[in-house]
């Protein structure tokens, strides 16, 4: 595959900004990610009417999240709104109006860009990438995967982690142990889940782009980890002609041709 991307982006500090990628065909790719000022976006904690309505607020399109098991199941949506709910870590589509949402507090979720239509979301926590699902979602396109965002994760500075499990993370991304290892602040053995994920699509051929911080100490969502929180925060994929409604914040932007 030759793809050419220019990462010609305005810079931003904002966590909650919104990347935009130009499609082949005029439209366009949005990601948005959200921060606890917007809330709770737990697939399964928070009652529908009020999750659907803060979904609407954050993103006014028919909504997607999948009940996400650290898995590599990977649902295919076929309408907007489609398989809400679902059993699923990967989250994939090719039309328009379609939200698809990531819902996070730790793990990295990672949207996959297709060469011309398709785009994913993808829930890579540390079972999901030992499991391989970072190279599932790929392999799940019927089409050449262009690039790849990394949105908030924790950061090995915030990960302690044991030998053992990093071991099974390394042999699932397919790179070595030395390659998704860190150090916590405090010099502890870590798990370097930006790395891993990146390894993982390095090794596939997809260049990657990060678009957020560490959810324990930089990003300004939810983190299990650090803080015990129980809400989660969302990063959100959908294309577009460019009208959609999207809550007022930062832009970033990108383009990609192939």
């Not at 809400?84 to 990295?108: H, K, Q, R, S, Y």
């Not at 889940?193 to 560490?214: K, Y």
Request: glycine share 12%.
């Amino acid at each position: 595959m030759t793809t050419t991307t220019s990462m010609s982006r305005r810079s931003s500090n904002s966590d909650d900004a919104t990347v935009t990628i130009a499609l082949a065909g005029g439209s366009e790719l949005r990601v948005k990610t959200s921060t606890r000022v917007d809330g709770d976006f737990h697939r399964l904690e928070v009652p529908y009417s009020e999750l659907e309505s803060r979904r609407r607020s954050f993103v006014d399109l028919p909504w997607t999240q999948l009940d996400e098991h650290h898995g590599v199941t990977v649902v295919r949506v076929d309408a907007p709104g489609a398989a809400d709910g679902e059993p699923g870590d990967v989250a994939i589509t090719d039309i328009e109006g379609a939200v698809l949402g990531c819902w996070v507090g730790d793990c990295a979720p990672v949207v996959l860009v297709g060469a011309t239509r398709e785009f994913a979301v993808v829930h890579a926590g540390w079972r999901g990438l030992a499991s391989g699902v970072i190279q599932t979602a790929i392999r799940a396109f019927r089409e050449p995967v262009a690039l790849a965002l990394l949105g908030p994760a924790i950061g090995p500075c915030c990960y302690e982690f044991g030998a053992l499990e990093l071991a099974a993370v390394a042999a699932g991304v397919g790179d070595g142990f030395g390659q998704v290892a860190g150090r916590t602040r405090d010099g502890q053995l870590a798990l370097d889940v930006p790395a891993a994920v990146a390894s993982a699509c390095r090794i596939e051929g997809v260049p990657v782009d990060v678009i957020g911080g560490c959810t324990g100490c930089s990003h300004r969502g939810y983190s299990h980890r650090v803080r015990r929180d129980t809400q989660r925060h969302v990063v959100a994929a959908w294309r577009s002609s460019g009208s959609t409604q999207i809550r007022s914040g930062t832009s970033r932007s990108a383009e990609m041709g192939s």
